[in-house]
């Protein structure tokens, strides 16, 4: 299965990458600080490690930090994916780079396809937006993949954080009236991993199927671990004050893969999963 260049490989999408492309003809996982996106002579360094595709898990995912610190932000998260993709273009290999629902809106009742008007409004989202055109208008072999609300074995994540808080608290106040696709990474990679067998090059949306909102996530997490009669109460997004407001309802629709065969089943499944697999070794 070729040689597999991935960055960001300590993060929570990579470890998934990492154990989904183990059996590659080659596997080289890229961390920092060595491996530093932002830096230019990242181009130089993929060009002579000469994989046949790059994935790009490296990001500055600290959504509200961003707002602080713009620059560095859009030096990983616009720059980086730049460099990359110039360093693909000069080997002939293909970057799949990893973007975010936040790129749009997020109106109540809207479901995003990926053919549609982005309109990012936080800091991290301009900069995950502009990546996206970045790395667009240096190469052509390049696979935009958008994702929502990810979580994975053995990292930090919004299940990981409501299981902690559960078990100190005993009751539970969650957000009611944000929306999203819960996603686990294990089944991003799987798509990838299926995507990049087929070349056509282009955005998709790998997102585990259906929609829900935090309070739901939070509700269906406890239900699984033996924890049902736990007390949730909704709040709303104004209730859980934070220096970015998200957006209400930035759904994704994987309509792109599905036309190619790529499926990620629901929401509900892969979270059953979650939470019977051990963290990664
Ligand atoms: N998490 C979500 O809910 C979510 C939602 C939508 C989209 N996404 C997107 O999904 C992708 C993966 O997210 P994730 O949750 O796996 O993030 P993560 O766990 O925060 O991992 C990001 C990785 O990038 C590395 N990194 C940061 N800056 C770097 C730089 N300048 N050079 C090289 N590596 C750098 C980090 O290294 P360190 O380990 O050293 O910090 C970390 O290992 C990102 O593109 C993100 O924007 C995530």
Redesign the pocket.
Known sequence: MSHILI????????QALRARFVSADKLTC????Q????DPVIADAVAEAAPDVVI??????NVDGAEESPDEAF???AL?PKYLAAGCARRGAALVH?????VFAGEIGRFYREYEQIAPRSVYARS?AAGEQAAGAVLDRLYIV??????GPG?S?FPSKISAAADQYGALRVVNDEYGNPTY?PDVAKAIALLIETQRYGIYHFVNDGCASRYDWAVELLRLTGRKTLPVTPIGARDWPRPTMPPQHAVLVNQAGAALGIHLRCWQDALREYVQTEPYE
Not at 7 to 14: K, V
Not at 35 to 38: G, N, R, S, T, W
């Open positions: 960055t960001g490989a300590n993060g929570q999408l990579g890229w961390t920092r600080p491996y530093d996106i932002a790009n898990a490296a990001a500055w995912t030096a990983v998260n980086g990893i973007s975010t629902n936040e995950k958008r994702v929502a609300w990810l979580y990292s994540n990474a």
